[in-house]
């Protein structure tokens, strides 16, 4: 079954966005990339991505990130139908809406009754950013909606002494802790809830403005008022149109096994989709990471796991970034962003 398909962000950030200036007059603080070697500043058309392991540094070029089988494959693979339950929202990152494309809608909703009469999730295997993602595939408001998920090796397992306490709680407290939760039990409806923070920053920028404190863009700026810089906080939604179901490639994997071929728990293979939407921006990262699971359709459960009550590696990085003021906090409406197309 093929269902074409495409893919909008599901959320929009609210938050009033800043530049870095200079105190003493106003001017924006610009970040320039510059090599450590020859001091000349580069162009994003000529920065390539690096692996430090300590003593060598690895340098993987843009075509050899595109030559890898999983970073273009053009497709979200089902893997299996799983019971909702058993998906913790821990796992779950980044959503995305689904748009049926094509002259007919039926495999969409075909694929979209079969999740809601089952009261299954989809666990699917897609590509993103030149890795390759697990994530589910389920049903909101009669919408398909992508939802990445970390691996199981990303989950920290948790150890807190202070849980495992044999510490008395007697009937009289646990009495007063069920009534407090009584008193503020409730519906959840979202739009009840408003970021005050974001209200009153809006309302001491639009006074400062009434006031006229404020300074000329084009004196401080510059005469576009643009950052070079922006491109690089954008993101990149480099999803799928097409969206394969795997029932035929996992008999034919069958078959391939039956036959003497051991295939492993991995994919055989690659299934081509129709076409690729991507949201317009650009997204870079400044590590390469090893790829996980790029030979399996999952990665394995017992998997070696973090500890959150253990000693954490490397020291957190605090990031700055710069981005243009949108000045709005109301909420975009998905199904419209501008999208460019590309044959898979």
């Given at each position: 079954m093929n269902v074409p398909v495409k893919a909008y962000s599901t959320t929009t950030d609210h938050d009033v966005s800043f530049h870095q200036v200079h105190d003493a007059d106003g001017g924006r603080i610009r970040?320039?990339?510059?090599?450590?070697?020859?001091?000349?500043?580069?162009?994003?058309?000529?920065?390539?991505?690096?692996?430090?392991?300590?003593?060598?540094?690895?340098?993987?070029?843009?075509?050899?990130?595109?030559?890898?089988?999983?970073?273009t494959n053009?497709?979200?693979?089902?893997?299996?139908?799983?019971?909702?339950?058993?998906?913790?929202?821990?796992?779950?990152?980044?959503?995305?809406?689904?748009e049926p494309?094509?002259?007919?809608?039926?495999?969409y909703?075909?694929?979209?009754?079969?999740?809601?009469?089952t009261d299954r999730t989809a666990i699917v295997t897609f590509a993103l950013r030149q890795k390759t993602r697990l994530g589910v595939l389920r049903v909101q408001d009669d919408v398909?909606?992508?939802?990445?998920?970390?691996?199981?090796?990303e989950i920290r397992e948790v150890d807190f002494p202070a849980t495992r306490s044999r510490a008395r709680i007697s009937p009289k407290e646990k009495k007063l802790a069920k009534a407090l939760v009584d008193q503020f039990a409730s519906d959840f409806t979202p739009e009840e809830f408003e970021d005050t923070y974001q209200v009153?920053?809006?309302?001491?920028?639009?006074?400062?403005?009434?006031?006229?404190?404020?300074?000329?863009?084009?004196?401080?700026?510059?005469?576009?008022?643009?950052?070079?810089?922006?491109?690089?906080d954008a993101e990149v939604i480099d999803l799928m149109e097409a969206l394969k179901a795997s029932l035929d490639r996992k008999r034919g994997r069958g078959r391939t096994s039956r036959s003497g071929r051991s295939s492993g728990p991995g994919r055989?293979?690659?299934?081509?989709?129709?076409?690729?939407s991507r949201a317009s921006g650009a997204s870079k990262t400044s590590a390469a990471s090893g790829r996980k699971g790029a030979s399996g359709t999952t990665s394995s459960k017992d998997s070696t796991r973090n500890s959150t009550g253990g000693s954490a590696k490397g020291s957190?990085?605090?990031?700055?970034?710069?981005?243009?003021?949108?000045?709005r906090s109301t909420r975009k409406k998905t199904g419209t962003p501008s999208s460019r197309r590309k044959s898979a």
């Open positions: 970040y320039q990339r510059r090599c450590e070697v020859c001091g000349k500043k580069i162009d994003y058309e000529h920065i390539d991505k690096a692996y430090d392991d300590g003593d060598q540094t690895v340098v993987i070029h843009e075509e050899e990130f595109e030559a890898l089988p999983e970073a053009d497709e979200i693979e089902v893997v299996q139908f799983v019971p909702s339950d058993q998906v913790d929202p821990v796992t779950l990152e980044k959503s995305y809406f689904l494309q094509g002259k007919s809608p039926k495999s909703l075909l694929l979209r009754e079969a999740l809601q009469s398909l909606v992508l939802q990445g998920m970390h691996w199981a090796d009153e920053l809006r309302k001491l920028i639009d006074a400062k403005l009434e006031q006229g404190d404020s300074l000329d863009t084009e004196a401080t700026f510059g005469a576009s008022g643009s950052d070079e810089d922006a491109g690089e055989s293979g690659t299934a081509k989709g129709s076409s690729t957190a990085k605090s990031a700055k970034t710069t981005a243009k003021s949108s000045g």
